[in-house]
């Protein structure tokens, strides 16, 4: 520094920061020396907030305003310096400047997949990315736990650590939601302001709030999604039968247009439509309805109770409610029987056991 600067430097009694960056968080007042003239004038502007640092030690934090710095807003200052009711300039002290305005358009992704639980899919894995808003609300701890003795400070020298912080706390939440994969889509409001809340407590141990945090994406791996697209196809093209005609129909469009290919063509046409109508005979097909199984009548305590069905009747003997003694009756039988003369219910109540096995 010059001679002249360093003059000039003794008689300027105006300290402000006018920000033309984005991006910077906390910028020092350069001062020689870090003299400060008694009666100087600070300026901190709307978004910004002034703290004195002495010997090493926050001082005084001042909001937007003008001040005379002097003993009165600068309590204590005064008390670590040990002034009396007044003291002769200079004084020093470091200067710290603060955005205290939100720095928007962040952003935050996972670098590498999640592992996550899904109850349709099972063990999947995901991506996220999305943005949010930063902004400084405890300027005295953020110098002590971030910023320490940079003289300028930005967001890029941040914005490493909190990215990683956010995609933590994201696979957290989302693992504890429960939200099947398909559905993450609709959530993604919910799930942007319930990560925020959760993760208030951490930022603020830095000094910082996160106003804002928004999911703007969460994928799935390529095979996967390439595996839901057939998935959505298949549902998409509806009748096979319809869709099978259409398929033919263009087949014979093309081939029209290719006269010199027509026989070629023709028999791979009408090797198509045949396995088409045979695909479509086959899932066409109707399916039998299972066969009806008798419902039985069962005596107890002099009552008939029932109809019951087969595993009804299996339940009851293995309790010994149904035994090869009991009284049953079905639609079609003359009069009751006991169940061991019932065929349908013979093998069911028996209790021979099998020969021994031969030596």
């Not at 839901?228 to 096979?240: E, I, N």
Request: net charge negative; hydrophobic share 40%; glycine share 10%.
């Amino acid at each position: 520094m010059s001679l002249f600067d360093r003059l000039f430097g003794e008689f300027v009694d105006v300290i402000d920061w006018v920000d033309d960056s984005r991006d910077t968080m906390v910028w020092r007042f350069p001062r020689h020396g870090n003299e400060i003239k008694y009666g100087a004038k600070l300026t901190v502007r709307e978004g910004q907030t002034a703290v004195f640092v002495n010997e090493g030690q926050v001082a005084d934090v001042l909001g937007p305003g003008l001040y005379e710095l002097d003993t009165r807003n600068l309590p204590v200052l005064t008390t670590l310096q040990a002034w009396p009711s007044g003291f002769q300039s200079p004084f020093k002290a470091e200067v710290y400047f603060c955005n205290t305005r939100r720095f928007t358009d962040l952003k935050w992704g996972t670098r590498n997949p999640l592992m996550m639980r899904d109850a349709e899919f099972g063990p999947v894995r995901v991506r996220a990315f999305g943005t949010y808003t930063l902004r400084i609300v405890d300027a005295s701890r953020f110098l002590r736990e971030i910023v320490g003795t940079d003289g300028v400070f930005s967001v890029d020298e941040i914005s490493h650590q909190l990215r990683n912080l956010i995609a933590s706390g994201f696979a957290s939440v989302v693992a504890s939601s429960g939200i099947p994969v398909l559905d993450l889509a609709s959530q993604y409001p919910e799930l942007g302001d319930y990560l925020g809340e959760s993760l208030s407590d951490l930022f603020a141990e830095y000094g910082l709030e996160v106003p804002t945090l928004a999911i703007e994406n969460i994928s799935l791996p390529p095979a996967v999604e390439a595996a839901l697209d057939k998935r959505t196809s298949m549902g998409v093209t509806g009748d096979l039968g319809r869709y099978f005609q259409y398929q033919s129909a263009a087949s014979m469009e093309e081939a029209a247009k290719n006269p010199g290919g027509t026989a070629g063509a023709g028999v791979g046409i009408g090797a198509g439509i045949a396995m088409a109508q045979q695909m479509v005979g086959q899932m066409n097909q109707p399916v039998p309805p299972p066969l009806p199984s008798a419902q039985f009548h069962v005596a107890r305590d002099g009552k008939a109770t029932g109809p019951h069905a087969r595993n009804e009747l299996a339940l009851m003997v293995a309790s010994g409610q149904l035994t090869t003694e009991t009284l049953v009756w079905c639609a079609g039988m003359p009069s009751w029987c006991r169940a061991q003369d019932v065929p349908e219910l013979a093998s069911l109540v028996s209790t021979e056991n099998p020969p021994p096995l031969p030596q």
